[in-house]
């Protein structure tokens, strides 16, 4: 075993790859306290959070903001208007993931819930569920939305919500820190 101390490592002339290790398995270990620098990262990421319960219109399409964060990397997420804009020079593969608590206040309230990511204000994604008001106690469900989806920068992405109640009052359902319900996350994936 032998020990090379050098400042760079690059490959000759004429040959665009360099390759570290042989056709055996090999691994590459860093030290302590270093840092890899110029690859790429899984970045812009965010995840966002709604903070309160939002009554909602019945049978009305609304956007939900979520208006508080966990993290956001890039600063690409907008609390205020609930949508998240790639940024310059980060279009790609994302992974995007929605949980949306909703409820309806009596037994028996639902009839059906639409979940949607809308891209450039276009659906692009959804989940339905419709609800049996002879069979069981609707008035309470949380409903996941997850895909991956090519993006470009520029590009608008927000959520959208849709509740139908026979009875009762809609309700978004928020909460905060670690007893998040309803969240939006997007993360780059490293292609």
Do not use: H, W
């Amino acid at each position: 075993m032998s020990k090379l101390e050098t400042n760079t490592i690059d490959n000759i002339s004429g040959s665009s790859t360099l390759t570290i290790g042989d056709t055996n398995t090999s691994t590459i270990a860093l030290k302590s306290g270093a840092t890899l620098t110029n690859f790429p990262t899984n970045t812009p990421a965010f995840r966002a959070y709604k903070s309160g319960n939002t009554t909602l219109s019945d049978a009305t399409q609304t956007a939900i903001v979520y208006d508080s964060e966990f993290f956001d990397t890039d600063s690409a997420y907008d609390t205020s208007t609930g949508i998240f804009t790639v940024p310059s020079g980060k279009g790609g593969k994302y992974f995007l993931n929605t949980a949306t608590r909703l409820t309806g206040g009596t037994a028996n309230a639902f009839e059906s819930a639409f979940v949607q990511l809308e891209i450039n204000g276009t659906n692009n994604e959804y989940r339905q569920r419709s609800y049996s008001t002879s069979g069981g106690n609707f008035n309470n469900d949380s409903i996941e939305l997850n895909g991956v989806i090519d993006l470009s920068a520029g590009d608008a992405v927000k959520v959208t919500v849709l509740l139908n109640v026979a009875s009762g009052t809609a309700v978004l359902v928020g909460a905060s820190g670690a007893n998040a319900v309803t969240t939006f996350g997007a993360y780059k994936i490293i292609e």
